[in-house]
């Protein structure tokens, strides 16, 4: 059995303070972490990052509100996973300020003892990503890595 990790995106029915007169609406979007066990993603809660509110992630990009669960405290936080993972690799973290997804992640890749890369920023100018990655390999050591790709499409 190989379980695989992925971080994506999923939408709640907040709006942030910028969008609140958007005709559409825009809706909040926030990144999650989740494991897919033979193409079927586990079922988890995770909280929204904006409003709070708790969402029960059921596939990949889709979320059904938790009713019943407005506070989350029996949720995971970043503190709860800093407990087993080594000490240079909390700090780094801490210092790029990433979020609970990144933390669920690069603690998924320490345990399954995988060489993956974990996307830490991306800043995008014209034609140009610039990409800062972290790069674990399987025995847990790690560096970070600066790549910038020309994209096929600009910004107009």
Not at 24 to 35: G, I
Request: hydrophobic share 35%.
């Amino acid at each position: 059995m190989v379980l695989e990790g992925v971080r994506h995106l999923i939408e709640c029915h907040c709006t942030l303070p910028q969008y609140r007169n958007a005709n559409p609406p825009v809706y909040h979007k926030f990144v999650v972490f989740s494991v897919l066990d033979e193409d079927a993603i586990q079922k988890k809660l995770v909280q929204c990052n904006n409003c709070g509110i708790i969402h029960k992630v059921v596939d990949l990009c889709k979320t059904e509100i938790a009713h019943g669960m407005e506070e989350g405290q029996s949720l995971r936080s970043i503190e709860d996973i800093k407990i087993g993972i080594p000490d240079k690799m909390v700090t780094f973290l801490t210092q790029q300020n990433a979020d609970i997804s990144t933390w669920e992640y690069v603690e998924f890749i320490l345990d399954n003892k995988q060489e993956k890369e974990v996307i830490l920023k991306k800043e995008q100018k014209d034609d140009l990503t610039q990409l800062k990655i972290l790069h674990i390999k399987e025995d847990g050591t790690f560096k970070v890595k600066n790549e910038t790709r020309q994209d096929e499409w600009s910004v107009s």
